[in-house]
């Protein structure tokens, strides 16, 4: 089991900053796959960065070159967010894959924290 914490979300005007952090219950050495996630309302809950235990990043294009997906050696992702726009507004969630074996994984989300981006 792994449960995780996001913090970090509020609201900014546009063109500002935002650094969302992810705390897992458990070393996220032991996480192969952490990544930061977002919803809006009625959409679909869309990828925007992961990074794996080894530090392999991918990042959704819309937000690339203005976000950075990092980790500590200990529980804690990051998403540094750079040059906000209101369509950033959204609820982002932390996302943790834990391989079992091929073909199998345990899926695990946080609550998720509210970022509001004002014109």
């Known amino acids: 089991q792994v449960q995780l914490v996001e913090s970090g979300g509020g609201l900014v005007q546009a063109g500002g900053s935002l650094r969302l952090s992810c705390v897992a219950s458990?070393?996220?050495?032991?996480?192969?796959?952490m990544g930061w996630y977002r919803q809006t309302p009625g959409k679909q809950r869309e990828l925007v960065a992961t990074i794996t235990s080894s530090g392999n990043t991918n990042y959704a294009s819309s937000v690339k070159g203005r976000f950075t997906i990092s980790r500590d050696n200990a529980k804690t992702v990051y998403l540094q967010m750079n040059s906000l726009n209101p369509e950033d507004t959204a609820v982002y969630y932390c996302k943790a894959d834990v391989f079992i074996r091929l073909g199998m994984l345990n899926t695990y989300w946080g609550q998720g924290t509210q970022v509001t981006v004002s014109s």
């Open positions: 458990r070393s996220i050495n032991t996480i192969n796959v």
